[in-house]
């Protein structure tokens, strides 16, 4: 995007043209050597908000987004050069699907503990398996497993929260994925990490090694308020103002989640964020379902973000999460599956398509999480929330192309007469044809040898599980 001029003062009109005209120049160059023209009958950019583009064309370049244009006008402009064209007559493109919370290794404890409440579900089947499984292959393998599974449902990025961090990294970077990974901090010995001390010094050597990487990025990730201490959210907080990283962390997951707060420490979870200095711009709140009208309008006050899971929410009867309440009040969204052993599919429109109608339910009226909201909290809200908003999240020209294709000319999803609403409620994960993350193809026209090698991995560990 455009290198505007940053500082505590406003840029000054010169400043801004200057920047504006160097903006123009790369964009001049990038349309110039364009690789990839993408014909598709909707385009579906999220900014302009409310916007659905017939017949246009989005054309990329070095993986980044260089035009949007009629189509028509596309195949004048661009008839001189040697660009691969893809044509998608009944295709509607959107920006890439962000998972904004998941534990993608836990694909290897997909189905484990049906039926039980949330912390019976942890102690008594998923910290006894994790004790007796958990290394840095395990978490490796399954998160390769679950990015290619990722992509296969329109994934191009996800935030993840889960021991292992760098080795989780590496296998949903090997699967295609983009994605935010977490330096967990819990108040427990694993085989990550012995005591809090190794679980923070750990994060910030995870932070030196990601920095600058255009694939991944890092957050500080305290598992939850009741299983890390206030001395360790605080070292959390420090850590993440000295190099202004989001904090990813489970919040009000329950209502045993809030009443233990309240009898332990005399004030409620998002409180007591607040007191340790962890509620700000930063936090992704994670759940955020036994959340008080008090509770948002501290997060909506701190510009903080919620993650909202409402297939988890729903299997572990959590709750409902107050999300049109949130969307009032002027809360950030985004969109996550949690991990599969707890939803038990990663399927990033079937959890759009839920949470839309899930607020409409619990609000009591129709006109909340619009079409066109929901969208964009699956896409640009995630991005907002890892605070990768100028690169991802949106079809905007200079951004990264990372997209997908949604195909809409099944019986199941026609007559199209609203292409947004069809999209978010008749289509699912298997009418997503094409994924490109950075302009590079990862689903679709022969990119399945990565579904090869997550067959092997899961044929490798299921004997072991």
């Given amino acids: 995007m455009a290198e505007v001029p940053h500082g505590d003062r406003f840029p000054t009109p010169s400043e801004t043209l200057s920047a504006r005209a160097v903006f123009e120049s790369k964009i001049m160059r990038l349309r110039m050597t364009a690789d990839t023209l993408v014909e598709a009958r909707w385009v579906i950019p999220v900014i302009p908000r409310n916007t659905v583009l017939e017949n246009h064309t989005v054309v990329f370049s070095g993986g980044r987004i260089a035009d949007i244009l009629p189509t028509e006008a596309a195949r004048v402009r661009y008839a001189g050069l040697e660009a691969k064209t893809m044509r998608l007559p009944a295709g509607v493109v959107m920006p890439g699907l962000i998972n904004l919370h998941t534990h993608a290794a836990m694909n290897l404890l997909r189905g484990r503990g049906a039926d ?20 840095a292959e395990f978490v490796h393998d399954g998160s390769l497993i679950a990015g290619v599974e990722m992509i296969r449902s329109g994934v191009t990025c996800c935030s993840d929260l889960y021991f292992f961090p ?11 994925l983009r994605c935010a990974t977490a330096g967990i901090v819990i108040g427990f010995p694993s085989a990550w990490a012995a005591n809090d001390d190794e679980y923070i010094s750990k994060c910030e050597a995870l932070i030196e090694r990601y920095s600058g990487d255009p694939f991944v990025r890092v957050t500080v990730g305290p598992h939850a308020p009741y299983t890390v201490s206030d001395a360790s959210l605080a070292r959390c907080a420090a850590l993440s103002e000295r190099h202004d990283l989001p904090v990813h962390i489970h919040v009000n997951e329950t209502a045993g989640e809030v009443e233990t707060s309240l009898k332990d420490h005399g004030e409620r979870p998002v409180a007591r964020l607040a007191r ?17 009208n008090e509770d948002i309008r501290m997060l909506a006050e701190a510009r903080a973000s919620v ?3 409402p297939s988890s929410n729903l299997k572990l009867a959590s709750g409902f999460a107050p999300v049109a309440k949130m969307m009032k009040a002027g809360i950030n969204l ?3 599956t949690d991990g599969a052993a707890s939803n038990d599919k990663l399927d990033m429109l079937g959890e759009t398509r839920l949470a839309a109608m899930l607020a409409k339910a619990v609000a009591g009226g129709t006109t909340c999480a619009k079409v066109f909201d929901m969208l964009e909290a699956a896409t640009l809200g995630g991005a907002r929330a890892l605070h990768w908003d100028d690169e991802i999240g949106s079809l905007e020209i200079g951004k990264c192309a990372d997209m997908i294709a949604v195909d809409l000319s099944g019986i199941e999803c026609g007559p199209v007469t609203d292409p947004a609403a069809q999209l978010l409620y008749s289509a699912g994960r298997e009418h997503v044809t094409h994924v490109w993350v950075a302009g590079r193809l990862a689903a679709g026209e022969g990119t399945e040898p990565r ?13 072991l599980i």
């Fill in 451 to 463: 579904d090869d090698t997550a067959r092997t991995l899961l044929e490798k560990w299921a004997p």
């Fill in 334 to 336: 985004g969109i996550g």
């Fill in 307 to 309: 993650c909202h899971c």
């Fill in 166 to 176: 760098e080795a989780a990294a590496e296998g949903l970077r090997e699967a295609g």
């Fill in 276 to 292: 340790l200095g962890l509620l700000n711009e930063r936090l992704i709140s994670v759940h955020s379902v036994h959340t008080s």
């Fill in 116 to 135: 039980l409440p949330l912390m019976d579900w942890l102690t008594k089947e998923i910290w006894p398996a994790e004790g007796r499984l958990m290394s």
